[in-house]
């Protein structure tokens, strides 16, 4: 499924948490008004429910390690992905993905919500508004990769049959390369966080201050990779401004990353055959 054999698989991306964090983006805004409708409105009650499982249990966190921790163990967990493919299943007619991110276009602009701010903090604000900044962006390149991978969710829907599925074995794989692992697990956080900042705002969770600025700057962090790995993805024009070309992936590169890579797997494999010696000694 990717556009490159140096991305990694890309099943994981529909049902990989940040559309649900793209998509509440939007449903939220609704929810003052008089234009929400019956499937948003449903759509805003699993994801709380979604967010008072996981995301409740993130800010649960003692320290800046055991959130990264707890983070990594969200998104480990096949269960977490079963969960929002089955919600995705009973909000969304099949088919209609790409035409629902289509319409849902984010206002440009570093605009951060003030029920955000007060949730999170007034230190977190500088975060947050980098996270907004770049949500139209990511939005955008998601709509883009969807339409050039029409069937990309029935084989999302495949992969979650399998029971041995690891959704993080491609942080393994010597056929990814590191900066598209990197960015395909900052894909996956971004939105256990907003399921984490959803807690907060829908469940009157308490959490530390240290712990909303961490939370603030992580999901500002992860928008950042995650643009990178969807204008890759999608090929789409991103501006310096949002995406530094020092920061962005080419898939040109990660393929010569990766074929380097393989080549010294071979010639280990080769040397070691060559010389008759046991590769790994045996304990004694």
Not at 116 to 144: H, T
Not at 164 to 177: E, G, H, K, M, T
Not at 180 to 188: K, P, S, T, V
Not at 202 to 219: F, G, N, R, T, Y
Request: aromatic share 6%; glycine share 4%.
């Amino acid at each position: 499924m990717s556009t490159s054999a140096a991305l990694p698989p890309v099943f994981s991306l529909p049902t990989g948490s940040g559309l649900l964090s793209l998509l509440l983006e939007k449903v939220f805004s609704l929810v003052a008004g008089d234009r929400i409708s019956a499937q948003d409105r449903a759509l805003i009650e699993h994801v709380r429910e979604l967010s008072g499982t996981f995301g409740a249990y993130v800010l649960e966190a003692q320290d800046r390690d055991d959130l990264i921790v707890r983070l990594d163990q969200v998104v480990g967990d096949p269960q977490f992905y079963l969960a929002q493919m089955l919600l995705m299943q009973e909000v969304e007619a099949p088919g209609t993905l790409s035409r629902r991110v289509d319409g849902l276009a984010l206002e440009s602009g570093d605009v951060v919500p003030q029920s955000m701010v007060n949730a999170m903090g007034a230190s977190s604000k500088p975060y947050l508004r980098d996270l907004y900044r770049r949500l139209p962006e990511i939005m955008r390149c998601f709509g883009l990769f969807l339409r050039q991978t029409p069937h990309v969710t029935e084989t999302a829907a495949a992969v979650l049959q399998n029971e041995d599925w690891d959704p993080l074995a491609f942080l393994s794989a010597p056929d990814v390369s590191v900066p598209a692992a990197e960015a395909l697990l900052a894909w996956m956080r971004l939105g256990v966080l907003q399921l984490a900042s959803i807690a907060l705002l829908s469940h009157q969770v308490v959490a530390e201050p240290w712990l909303k600025i961490a939370i603030a700057e992580l999901l500002a962090t992860s928008s950042k990779r995650s643009l990178a790995l969807l204008a890759a993805l999608s090929k789409a024009e991103v501006s310096v401004d949002l995406l530094p070309a020092d920061e962005r992936l080419s898939p040109a590169a990660l393929d010569r990353q990766v074929e380097a890579v393989q080549a010294a797997y071979a010639r280990f494999n080769m040397a070691a055959e060559q010389s008759g010696e046991p590769v790994f000694p045996s304990a004694s």
